[in-house]
């Protein structure tokens, strides 16, 4: 996923009691999740979804190899360094971050894709209470 998704968001979010994927009495929650199947769940649904997932890794690892064998060793370990940087640099967890410097690195910031449309922020379902998810960052729950 693009790392200005949801999945930021969700990864810093805590999990709400109300919302979580069991239902009341602790069993799977249909109306939310679907049915279970054990096949789903070894198996991706679709031949190219490994491929769609993977694809942001794919396309750094080829960049960083083509970019080693024109200029050299130093310059993916420079871009690498630049890009953990980049990743570090994150606002309060209760409030959208659009990673402009990550996604200016990865060239990224003159496309227009899916996730700059139908990400709103204002339309997120995963807002919290912003004191509690900043102690729960921190480690202080």
């Not at 996923?1 to 930021?8: E, H, T, Y």
């Not at 990864?11 to 199947?37: M, N, Q, V, W, Y």
């Not at 993977?54 to 370990?77: C, E, V, W, Y």
């Not at 890009?83 to 990224?108: E, V």
């Amino acid at each position: 996923m693009n790392s200005r998704g949801v999945g930021s968001q969700l990864k810093d979010s805590i999990p709400i009691a109300e919302f979580s994927a069991s239902g009341a009495f602790g069993g799977h929650d249909i109306l939310r999740r679907g049915f279970t199947s054990v096949k789903n769940e070894l198996l991706p649904n679709h031949p190219l979804e490994l491929s769609e997932k993977n694809f942001q890794l794919n396309q750094d690892k080829m960049n960083l190899s083509t970019l080693r064998n024109i200029q050299g060793l130093h310059a993916p370990l420079k871009l690498q360094m630049e890009f953990k940087a980049a990743k570090q640099i994150q606002r309060l967890p209760f409030l959208h971050s659009s990673n402009i410097a990550l996604d200016t690195l990865r060239g990224n910031d003159e496309c227009i894709g899916f996730e700059d449309i139908l990400n709103d922020p204002s339309q997120s379902e995963v807002m919290g209470e912003p004191h509690v998810m900043v102690e729960y960052k921190l480690g202080l729950l």
